[in-house]
């Protein structure tokens, strides 16, 4: 979920759990401490990686960015869950989802 | 801005976090802890604080060396694992080393003690152990000991251990230019300086 938030730009600590929450409807509310150690692991994997520092009103910002192995795993991941979805429509018997050409 | 109650109560909060890690991030969970909050609050909020506690346990547990690892260094000296060389920074320069490491030197001398008696009662087929009664000059004398001569000799322990993990004695890393810690929870720094980690078999 983190990695899915950054997919777009680098983003500083709160910036990710504001955009998880709206990710996830509101229903991911991802804790400071949860976070970090979240960053943390992702980094140690080498999937996000420090892209820059500022200061905002008096507020250190540290920038986290996807590293190009996060993007694979991202995609590989994405792929997974899509492949999994589709398995459950079968199952239920629900129709396939309307495909968007445009998009 | 600084020193408000709020930024008191968080670095209460960070306390739960190992003294490197605070070092170094303190300022970025600090900035992020007034972004989530209410304007105008005094204080994170509980749920909020739970999480930054949490996560903080589960950082020291993370970095901390196994338990084999961590008794052949407090027993004998040992150095832990290259990845947890900033463990034993905090280790060495936090407060109380000196009893950490003492007691852990006691426990070894008991532990090869023990084994010397075992060995003897086992080769001469004796009463397994002496009856131990010690005398209050022996009190006393082992009393000194650590009181007064151990902290003699203590600097010079530190010393010795922060170098065998490659520290000198203000705990700065040896073998490379930058002087300060290197995080070891970013890739950042370490995408700046790339011979670092390579440079070093664990």
């Known amino acids: 979920m983190i990695l899915l938030a950054l997919a777009p730009e680098p983003l500083y600590g709160y910036g990710i759990i504001a955009a998880v929450r709206e990710l996830s409807d509101e229903r991911i509310k991802l804790g400071t401490g949860t976070l970090y150690g979240a960053l943390d692991r992702l980094a140690a994997d080498g999937l996000v990686a420090l892209d820059h520092e500022e200061v905002v009103d008096g507020r250190f910002r540290r920038y986290y960015k996807l590293t190009g192995e996060g993007r694979e795993v991202l995609n590989a991941e994405t792929e997974r869950l899509a492949e999994l979805a589709a398995r459950a429509r079968r199952r239920l018997g629900l129709p396939r989802p309307a495909i968007n050409l445009a998009g | ?202």
């Open chain 2, 1 to 202: 801005m600084m020193n408000t109650p709020f930024e008191q109560r968080c670095d209460l909060l960070l306390r739960s976090y190992p003294p490197r890690y605070r070092q170094i991030r303190r300022d970025e969970i600090l900035g992020t802890l007034l972004d989530a909050a209410e304007p105008h609050a005094t204080a994170p909020s509980v749920r909020e604080c739970w999480d930054v506690i949490r996560g903080g346990i589960a950082t020291r547990l993370r970095e901390r060396p196994p338990f084999h690892r961590w008794l052949a260094y407090r027993l004998m000296d040992i150095p832990v694992p290259y990845r947890y060389r900033m463990w034993v920074r905090d280790d060495a320069l936090g407060r109380f080393h000196i009893l950490r490491s003492n007691l852990g030197h006691l426990v070894f001398m008991y532990l090869v003690m023990l084994a010397t008696w075992a060995w003897m009662a086992f080769t001469s087929g004796d009463a397994a152990l002496p009856a131990m009664s010690p005398t209050a000059w022996t009190i006393l004398a082992v009393g000194a000991v650590i009181t007064v001569v151990n902290p003699l000799f203590h600097q010079a322990f530190r010393r010795r251990i922060l170098l065998k993990h490659d520290f000198d004695e203000d705990g700065r890393a040896l073998g490379f230019e930058q002087a300060q810690p290197e995080p070891p929870y970013e890739s950042g720094p370490a995408d700046r300086l790339p011979h670092e980690r390579s440079d070093r078999p664990e």
